[in-house]
């Protein structure tokens, strides 16, 4: 004869309505009160591992499988007997003392959030019964459950509260900072997902956070998703971010950065720090950042960047393509494409869009503006600003006394200058 297996069942409930919950034994003795939830980390993430219980003795805990929810909504457990005083359990994630109003990072709503409640899931089959978590919640649904449990029976409050719109993150999603005594929560990011969030949105994000839980939150980053970070958030918090990192890893953070911002970040860490970060840096780069260092941070020098596509001014179309694909800086910033001679004397610029538009023969000095304009690397940074205007740019190159280009001023310098006056 077939046997017949019985349907996984999943009843839903959330960690509001189970604290405080009355545990019997199988004769209906009182054990105690449910005071927290255990939950493994790790591989296992999610699985409840015990039920932490308030008794006349203390603080006891009791492994899942050895409880279930009765009809009347009490807990049951199979005997006092597996009940074990609670120790130091370091592997665990307790919901209410670690989770609950705890501070995570929702991905797709790209800011950060509280968690209001947890709603937990019975799976029983045959005669087996455990227990896991479903889903955290950071919505009104979570905040109205624990704002008035105990005002309402609990059917009531359970059917109110269902009725309000979910906002709810996946379980698979929230993982554990370790190694963390605090045992601080955030949710799960890896490095493919955070390459899919904008750095401003990664930098409002850590801008929201509270101290301990930026720091675990930078510190996971890439070196080049770090760099791109902190190219996007005020001095103040470029310093915060960087206090408990050691100098070595900041130098492969900071080689990442444009070398203007680069630049800025250094100067504003004191001169035993930045020289011990300079040391570390590859020479290439630490020779970019140490003459900018050089300039007056308010001059048009001291907001440059000393990365920019350039060309002989005889080249061609097809010259100045394999320049661009062979480009180390950040495309996206990359407007024209400019024309030196052989001294390095600026000779002419050509817009991208003219470029895309050439045939690959074609001389860029064919293509090129019919005006140069450009200034000089002391140039004050108000100055920058109404130019920017007059003539609509998008970037503006750096000469130095003898025509040389030494840089580009691009306008979202501009803007950051004028964004710190208002």
Known sequence: MATHTEPRMAIRVSLTALLGTPVTDAQGHLCGKLKDVAVTTGPDGGKVAGLVLKTRSGLALVASEQAIETPSGTLEVRSAEVLAPLGDEGNFLFLQQDLLDRQIIDINGRKVVRVNDVDLEWMG?????????????????????????????????????????????????????????????????????????????????????????????????????????????????????????????????????????????????PEDRSDAILEEMEPEERQEVEELLEFDEHSAAGCMTTEFVHVGAEATVAQAVEALRSFDGDPETITEVYLLDEKGVLRGTVSLARLVMAQPETRLNVLAEPRVLSCPAERKQNDLAEIFDKYNLHALPVVDTEGCMVGVVQSEHVIAFLREKL
């Not at 609990?154 to 005594?181: G, K, M």
């Not at 971010?241 to 950065?257: F, S």
């Open 125 to 269: 089959q045959g005669g087996t019964h455990l227990l896991r978590v479903a889903e955290v919640e950071v919505g009104l649904r979570g905040a109205f459950r624990r704002v008035f449990k105990g005002l309402l029976p609990r059917p009531r409050l359970e059917s109110l509260s269902r009725r309000l719109t979910a906002r709810a993150i996946p379980w698979q999603f929230v993982d554990v900072i370790e190694p963390d005594p605090a045992r601080r929560v955030r949710l799960r990011i890896e490095h493919e997902r955070l390459a899919e969030i904008h750095p401003s949105e990664l930098a409002d994000i850590l801008e929201d956070l509270a101290p301990a839980e930026r720091e675990a939150v930078f510190t996971s980053l890439d070196e080049e998703v770090a760099a791109e970070t902190l190219e996007e958030v005020e001095p103040k918090l470029q310093k915060a971010l960087l206090e408990k990192l050691d100098e070595e890893r900041i130098a492969d953070i900071v080689e990442e950065m444009d070398p203007g911002a680069a630049a800025d970040l250094l100067s504003e860490l």
